[in-house]
């Protein structure tokens, strides 16, 4: 469930939603309106796996192997910009170098697993897209750390990961997501039962290749 600690700052004033109001108007916003899919999963930080976040990704198409996210702790209109998240086809995976690989995840075992999501739309329907995602893998970086209650985006980006396998999903998390959206995890397991995962098997470099990466920040010469 989404942390939203208090973001310091006075309210927008009258007189700022007004101008925005009027930009909006008048100013295209060409990336923005291609934002077609909403997904709903979980996130852990690379280097500590009982770091558990909900995040809802507001995701358009590059072309037909590359998707680009926005993500956020909520699907709410005061929801905050946590990160990003770049997906790609298998195919395009496989041409990275291998010391870059270790950055993305797998997405089979959770759109199998039943935990990624798209809220609100029938199964039958995600489920067609949901076929396509679970052949993919995704590079996750988060800038606001809203697990430990941060006020602002304060600290190193840090790499995140997604489920990989049975136990990790933390209970509470689960059983609130379920709750407030109306779905079953289990039961979206059964229904997903007959789709098929990456063709080459999930690369076991991916996935951080089973370690713990942890982001470091470290002065160099100019």
Not at 17 to 25: C, F, I, N, Y
Not at 33 to 41: D, G, W
Not at 118 to 135: C, D, S, Y
Request: charged residues 25%; contains cysteine.
């Amino acid at each position: 469930m989404a942390t939203h600690p208090e973001v310091p700052g006075e309210p927008t004033q009258t007189g700022t939603a007004l101008l925005e109001t009027a930009t909006a108007a008048i100013q295209g916003f060409g990336p923005l309106n291609k934002i077609h899919q909403h997904l709903c999963a979980f996130h852990f930080y690379a280097d500590d796996m009982t770091r558990q976040v909900e995040a809802h990704h507001f995701c358009a198409h590059q072309n037909e192997d590359m998707r680009q996210c926005l993500i956020y702790d909520g699907p709410d209109p005061d929801a905050r910009l946590i990160g990003v998240e770049y997906i790609v086809t298998e195919e395009i995976f496989l041409t990275l170098p291998d010391e870059e690989k270790p950055l993305w995840h797998s997405h089979e075992y959770e759109v199998k697993g039943g935990f990624l999501f798209t809220p609100g739309v029938p199964g039958p329907i995600q489920r067609l897209e949901l076929e396509k995602v679970a052949k993919t893998y995704g590079k996750t970086i988060h800038f606001w750390q809203v697990d430990k209650g941060d006020s602002l985006p304060v600290g190193l980006p840090q790499i995140m990961m997604a489920l990989t396998r049975e136990g990790q999903l933390q209970e509470d998390i689960a059983t609130s997501v379920e709750k407030r959206f109306g779905v079953s995890f289990q039961k979206e397991k059964e229904n997903r039962a007959y789709m098929a995962g990456l063709a080459h098997g999930i690369h076991p470099l991916a996935n951080a290749a089973g370690k713990g990466l942890q982001t470091e920040l470290r002065e160099v010469g100019l």
